[in-house]
C-alpha cells in the first residue's frame, strides 16, 4: 500500500516543537499585555522582540529586560554553567553596558525552573544571591567561584566583567515548573479575569486569547505601525522613518490592547482567528472536552464553564469517597440517583428558557434556582451532596450527552451525539 506524506504524521521534523516554544514566549508576552490594563499597572508598555524577547517600561522610565527560554520538563533544570544561561547573563550585560542605569531588573523566564541540589557555582539562584549581597565581584581572586563565573562569561561572549556583574545583581529567575501550553492556559485564566471578560462565552475568551498571541507574534516579527500608506510619507530620512514604524509595530501599550479586545468582542468583526477555533491538542484532555465543546456552543459565559468544570470535578470526588466508604454498588446507586433528580430538573430548565440557538446562560440560571430549590426543600436524600455537587451531575450528565445547552450539532470533540 502507498502512502502520501499528507497522510502520515511526521515525527522527525522539529520544526512543530520549535513553534510551541515560540507561541509559549508570545502567550507570556500576551499575560505582560493585559497587564496594561490594571488599575496599578507599573507598566506602561510592552516591547516584543526589541533587544530583548520582551522589554517592559515602567511608569518611571525604567525598563525590565526578558529572556524566555523553554525546555522540556523532563529534561534538566536550568544550571548557572548551561550555555543558554550563560548567552542570556551576556546579553543582559550588553544592555547594561548600552544603557546605563535605565535597566533596573532583568527576568530569565522559563517554563522549567532552576538547579538548586547543591548551593554551588552551578546553581544560578546561589551566584546571583552571593554577588548582590557583595554588590559585584571586586576583591575576590580570580579562582574565586563567584568571579570565575563572571570571568567564564566575560570570555565566552567578549563581555566586561563590570557589567556581567551588574546584570547578575538585578537578575530575578522565574521557574514556572510546567509544561509548554502552561502559558497559554494562564492566558486564558487572565483574559477571565480582565475587566468583566469572564461574563463572555467560553469562546470569545478563547478568541481574545489566540488574538493576543497573534498581536504578539506580529509585534515581534517586525511588523510596520501604522497604516501602510504611512511609510511613503514625504519625509527627509526614509531609512529612519521606516525604522520609527517597526519601532512602532513593536509596542504595545494599553490602548492597542483594549482596542484588539474590542475588535475580538464583535462576532462580525473582520479578522481571520476569530474563525480558526483552533485548540492546541495538549488542552484537550480526555472527559473534558465534549462538557466544554457544548457549553461554548451555548454561550455559556467562560467563568461559568470554569465552575461547571470544577463541580463536575467535585462530585467525581464525592462519588470516590462513597466508593470507599461503602462499595461500589451504592456509589454508583447515589450517583444514579443524584442523576436523574439533576436531569430532571435539567429538562425543565431547557424547557422553560429554550427559544432555539444558544441558551445556555438562561438555561444555567434556571438550573441553579431548581437545584438550590431542591437542596433547601429536604425532599429526596441527597447524600450529602450539595447544589454544587448537583451543578457538577449535570456536566456529567452533558459528557454523556443526556443534557444539551443548545441546539443538538455534531461534535468535534466525540463521537458521542
Known amino acids: 500500500m502507498t502512502f502520501e506524506p499528507g497522510d502520515v504524521l ?5 520544526g512543530d516543537d520549535v ?19 490594571e488599575t496599578d499597572s507599573e507598566f506602561v508598555a510592552v516591547y ?12 518611571s522610565g525604567k525598563y525590565v529586560g526578558v529572556q524566555v527560554k523553554t525546555r522540556q520538563f523532563n529534561g534538566d533544570p536550568f544550571k548557572a554553567n548551561d550555555a543558554a544561561v550563560m548567552r542570556s547573563v551576556a546579553r543582559f550585560a550588553a544592555l547594561e553596558k548600552d544603557f546605563p542605569n535605565q535597566f533596573d531588573a532583568f527576568h530569565f523566564v ?9 548551593q554551588d557555582q552551578r546553581c544560578l539562584s546561589f551566584v546571583i544571591a552571593r554577588i548582590r549581597d557583595r554588590g559585584g565581584v571586586k576583591g575576590l581572586a580570580k579562582t574565586n567561584v563567584l568571579r570565575a563565573y563572571a570571568l567564564a562569561v566575560c570570555k565566552k561572549h567578549d563581555c ?9 545583581c538585578k537578575l530575578v529567575l522565574v521557574g514556572f515548573g510546567s509544561d509548554l501550553e502552561r502559558s497559554y492556559r494562564d492566558l486564558r485564566d487572565v483574559v477571565a479575569a480582565t475587566g468583566d471578560l469572564g461574563s463572555h462565552s467560553h469562546a470569545t475568551v478563547g478568541r481574545i486569547a489566540d488574538n493576543l498571541v497573534f498581536h504578539t507574534y506580529k509585534a515581534s516579527s517586525l511588523t510596520l505601525g501604522g497604516e501602510v500608506s504611512d511609510l511613503y510619507a514625504l519625509v527627509r530620512d526614509f531609512d529612519e522613518h521606516r525604522q520609527a514604524l517597526l519601532l512602532a509595530g513593536k509596542t504595545i501599550t494599553a490602548e492597542r490592547v483594549e482596542a484588539l479586545i474590542a475588535d475580538s468582542l464583535a462576532e462580525t468583526a473582520e479578522n481571520l482567528l476569530i474563525s480558526a477555533r483552533l485548540v492546541p491538542e ?16 451555548g454561550g455559556l459565559q467562560a467563568t461559568r464553564v470554569d465552575k461547571v468544570r470544577d463541580f463536575k470535578a467535585s462530585m467525581e470526588s464525592l462519588y470516590l469517597r462513597w466508593r470507599y466508604k461503602h462499595s461500589l454498588d451504592e456509589a454508583n446507586r447515589r450517583l444514579t440517583h443524584l442523576k436523574m433528580l439533576v436531569e430532571d430538573d435539567c429538562v425543565e430548565a431547557q424547557i422553560a428558557v429554550q427559544n432555539g440557538g444558544a441558551y445556555a446562560p438562561a438555561m444555567y440560571t434556571s438550573l441553579r ?14 447524600f450529602g451532596a450539595t447544589e454544587e455537587h448537583l451543578v457538577g451531575a449535570a456536566g456529567i450528565l452533558t459528557e454523556e450527552c443526556r443534557v444539551w445547552w443548545s441546539e443538538r450539532f455534531e461534535l468535534r470533540s466525540g463521537s458521542m451525539s
Open 48 to 59: 516584543c522582540e526589541n533587544h530583548e524577547d520582551v522589554l517592559l517600561r515602567r511608569r
Open 10 to 14: 511526521g515525527t522527525v521534523d522539529p
Open 19 to 37: 513553534q510551541r516554544r515560540f507561541r509559549y514566549q508570545h502567550a507570556y508576552a500576551a499575560i505582560q499585555c493585559l497587564k496594561l490594563l
Open 160 to 168: 566586561e566583567e563590570a557589567h556581567v556583574t551588574s546584570a547578575l
Open 110 to 118: 522559563t517554563n522549567h525552573g532552576f538547579w538548586s541540589d547543591v
Open 282 to 297: 495538549d488542552l484537550l484532555p480526555p472527559g473534558v472536552d465534549v462538557l466544554t465543546e457544548k457549553l461554548e456552543r
Open 369 to 382: 434556582e431548581r437545584l438550590a430549590a431542591r437542596v433547601a426543600g429536604n425532599g429526596h436524600p441527597l
